[in-house]
């Protein structure tokens, strides 16, 4: 009988121990700085215009027009910077660098896919700060670069943006 009771004052410390954390946890949680969804849209421009590979009003030829970004960052009016979490997408996207793609297989850049991609997708944390710039990195990143785009995930993973004399990507 002796046992049962203190099995049961046990259970019942372990239970109130637990009740008294609860508003700990709901505390913590309730002050968690919330994220907000982005969409960045990106446009590829020459002198002011749009530029593309089936464009022959520039004065400059195209064979390729993709880029990797990375370490994209938001700017606030304070200078504040809010780093952009980056929404993985299993095409252009991973947690750590996007692919954009302004070609479409068109004109002077052959090699490409009729599909592109001109923006980003991600999250940053919540802010009454007014957002009045970005700022990125353009390629890949340094502990990315050398892998073998055969067995990389997407965005890595397209054969055609690595260069394999140099190891790395363009």
Not at 54 to 80: C, P
Not at 85 to 106: M, T
């Amino acid at each position: 009988f002796r046992h049962t009771i203190s099995a049961s004052l046990l259970g019942l410390l372990q239970m109130l121990r637990m009740i008294a954390l609860l508003p700990v946890t709901f505390f913590f949680t309730a002050c968690a700085p919330s994220q907000q969804a982005i969409e960045i849209l990106f446009e590829a421009l020459y002198d002011g215009a749009s530029i593309s590979c089936a464009n022959k009003a520039s004065s400059i030829g195209l064979t390729d027009l993709r880029l990797y970004i990375h370490d994209i960052n938001l700017i606030g009016t304070a200078g504040t910077i809010f780093p952009v979490k980056l929404s993985p997408d299993q095409i252009w996207q991973s947690e750590s660098v996007a692919l954009l793609d302004f070609e479409d297989g068109k004109g002077s850049c052959a090699n490409g896919s009729q599909q592109t991609n001109r923006k980003i997708r991600g999250y940053f944390l919540t802010t009454d700060e007014k957002i009045n710039g970005l700022s990125f990195r353009v390629g890949v990143p340094p502990a990315l670069n050398h892998n073998d785009p055969l067995v990389a995930e997407a965005p890595l993973h397209y054969t055609s943006m690595h260069w394999h004399w140099a190891s790395g990507y363009k």
